[in-house]
């Protein structure tokens, strides 16, 4: 059983260039979330998803685009890198609404945008 | 101010002895109250989860709710070397559009010494 698993797990870029992070869980979970994590600020929502087609901002999504087409996968996209989107990407998802719903994290990427 | 606070340490703790982490949140409608231990480089994992006010206990772990004031803690008991980590307060939100949101505090770093 997989669970959740992002790739890449590190990724080196350039300024202006455009990458995309993949995430994929194999749980059927409606919902889906992207984090990133950086010294002093913690975790920052960036944009979730509710399902299929389905997906939303969080609290930092500027700078970046998500989709989501099949209920597995929920790329992210950095359509133009900046220095200050260098950070730790976490996807996470969890099963429903209930109060109770626990997110369950993947193993994160590593960006660097030189 | 913000919604989720944790004191971002480091907390040093003898092994042996109890590590007390607190965590304060400001969204009085929240249900659920989660901790996360993250070590370095790694994923947030959960390791526990508390609904009710009062205390509830998982092993080496106590989590503690106190709702009127706003209160969750995070007790480690006979603190080993391998509890270094840093231990991740949520709180939740349900939303239709997120389902379980959670906010996160920054985090709390514990350093047990042998």
């Known amino acids: 059983d997989a669970g959740i698993t992002q790739s890449p797990r590190y990724k080196i870029t350039e300024t202006g260039r455009q990458v995309t992070l993949m995430c994929h869980q194999t749980?059927?979970?409606?919902?889906m979330f992207w984090y990133r994590q950086d010294l002093g600020h913690g975790l920052r929502l960036i944009y979730y998803?509710?399902?299929?087609?389905?997906?939303d901002k969080g609290e930092v999504p500027d700078g970046y685009v998500v989709s989501r087409s099949k209920t597995e996968n929920f790329p992210l996209t950095l359509e133009s890198a900046t220095r200050s989107q260098t950070s730790v990407y976490f996807c996470?998802?969890?099963?429903?609404?209930?109060?109770?719903?626990?997110?369950?994290f993947g193993p994160g990427t590593r960006l660097l945008v030189l | 101010q913000k919604e989720v606070e944790q004191n971002s340490g480091p907390l040093s703790v003898p092994e042996g002895a109890i590590a007390s982490l607190n965590c304060t949140y400001s969204d009085r409608g929240s249900q659920s109250f989660f901790w996360y231990r993250q070590y370095s480089g790694k994923s947030p994992e959960l390791i526990m989860s508390i609904y009710s006010n009062g205390d509830k206990e998982d092993g080496r772990f106590t989590a503690q709710l106190n709702k009127a004031s706003q209160y969750v803690s995070l007790l480690i008991r006979d603190s080993q070397p391998s509890d270094s980590a840093t231990y991740l307060c949520a709180v939740n939100m349900i939303t239709k559009a997120a389902g379980n949101k959670l906010t996160f505090g920054g985090g709390t770093r514990v350093l047990v010494k042998p």
């Open positions: 996470a998802s969890s099963g429903g609404e209930d109060f109770q719903e626990t997110q369950y």
């Open positions: 749980w059927s979970h409606s919902y």
């Open positions: 998803s509710a399902a299929a087609d389905i997906t």
